[in-house]
């Protein structure tokens, strides 16, 4: 049986309202049938409480996941800062789905992806092939140790896809959704349950300008020392600059550009952005800090090498699966904020390469994907899973 999909959305002010609009336009596209789960991806700014409990009185009891984010990607539409909530329904269709979350993750993320994702696989049922959709709480420390809990669960065989929450780059205070519940510092945890292979498409267009650099000194989320030297100087050093020539202030326009690739066995590398400096020369990376003795380099791009990969992913990602009845896609605020005014561009690339399969995501704060080895967290990528 095809899993059916409905899309929704509303730029209306009050959550309320908001939150029926758009699920009612979600549940239309279903035909009838009634959804088994619901996602929401949604601007910070509603009073979500009262966004989801509008939401649920349309779509009922089904399972419901979903997370604030820096705009929405809706069948080739872009909610940007501040534009509405977007509402996905799917009906069950050849998958079976399990759910469990957890709050006030930081300190044990670990042992928290281990218990999500070992919960929801139980109620979602063993399968000979299955995927995890993970949202998180991006402030919650480094991610990729809710990545590595999650994985010890899944093993190498099942598939990690998903993101971790924003609130418009505001960095203050972002949330995950489980069925009527706003998640506080959490993470949640979809399992779904597949006859067959369900593969993640993962693609991010940067390409290294400097020297590769050994980590020498990292803790919780931040680089303290690159080579054996303050991580900020060796850092501005491979942009030509003078060391403190880039201000606290100054930091975040110009490291977004240039973000660190993280050199994996194979060859490619994995996508960390580092937001802000310290007094004392240490980095912070978004959600995810490269251990020390990893190889690093700084990359660069363009606009127009960044937005074409939306076509290799969507395309890559259902040619496994043309028959799919989504393209859940999960891109980065990192890419929306250097895309500007072309941010629209890249739903409408992703939708055109779908064709008439809907596309359903939003910009996050660290996206979650494994790769080579068992690094699943990136900055500034693309990812997509076809269901």
């Given amino acids: 049986m095809k899993m059916r999909s409905g899309t929704g959305i509303s730029r209306m002010r ?71 909530v977007g509402v996905l329904a799917l009906t069950a269709g050849p998958y079976r789905f399990g759910v469990a979350s957890a709050d006030h993750i930081r300190g044990q993320l670990n042992q928290t992806g281990q218990a999500i994702t070992r919960a929801s696989r139980a109620e979602a049922g063993s399968s000979p092939h299955a995927v995890v959709l993970l949202l998180a709480d991006c402030l919650a ?41 706003v998640v506080e510092e959490g993470a949640v945890a979809l399992w779904i349950a597949s006859e067959r292979p369900l593969p993640v498409v993962t693609r991010h267009g940067w390409e290294p300008i400097g020297i590769p650099l050994l980590v020498t000194r990292a803790e919780d989320t931040e680089i303290i020392e690159l080579n054996g030297r303050p991580a900020a100087v060796v850092y501005e050093e491979q ?11 100054q930091f975040w326009d110009t490291s977004i550009d240039h973000p660190f690739g993280l050199l994996q066995a194979d060859g490619t590398t994995v996508i960390r952005v580092a937001r802000a400096k310290s007094e ?5 990376i978004q959600g995810c800090i490269p251990p020390a003795g990893s190889a690093v380099q700084v990359m660069s791009s363009s606009i127009e090498a960044l937005l074409d990969v939306a076509n290799e992913v969507a395309s890559t990602a259902l040619a496994a699966y043309p028959d799919a009845g989504v393209l859940l896609a999960f891109s980065c605020a990192a890419r929306a904020k250097l895309f500007g005014e072309r941010t629209p561009e890249e739903s409408r690339r992703l939708q055109a390469a779908a064709g008439a399969v809907p596309t359903f995501g939003f910009y996050c704060c660290g996206e979650f994907a494994r790769t080579a080895g068992v690094l699943g967290t990136h900055n500034a990528t693309l990812t997509a899973l076809a269901l």
């Fill in 280 to 284: 004392q020369g240490a980095l912070k």
């Fill in 141 to 181: 420390g480094d991610l990729q140790q809710l990545f590595q809990g999650a994985y010890r669960i899944t093993g190498p065989k099942v598939s990690i896809t998903g993101g971790a929450a924003g609130d418009e780059l505001k960095f203050v205070r972002t949330c995950v959704f489980h069925d009527d519940r």
């Fill in 14 to 84: 009050d959550a309320a309202e908001a939150g029926r609009e758009a699920a009612a336009a979600a549940v239309a596209g279903l035909a009838g049938e009634l959804p088994a789960l619901v996602i929401v991806f949604t601007t910070p700014r509603y009073d979500l409480p009262a966004l989801l409990a509008s939401i649920r009185s349309v779509t009922g009891d089904a399972h419901l996941i979903g997370a604030t984010g820096s705009g929405e990607i809706v069948q080739g539409q872009h909610l940007g800062f501040g534009g509405g």
């Fill in 239 to 249: 942009l030509g600059l003078a060391p403190g020539q880039l201000s606290a202030a």
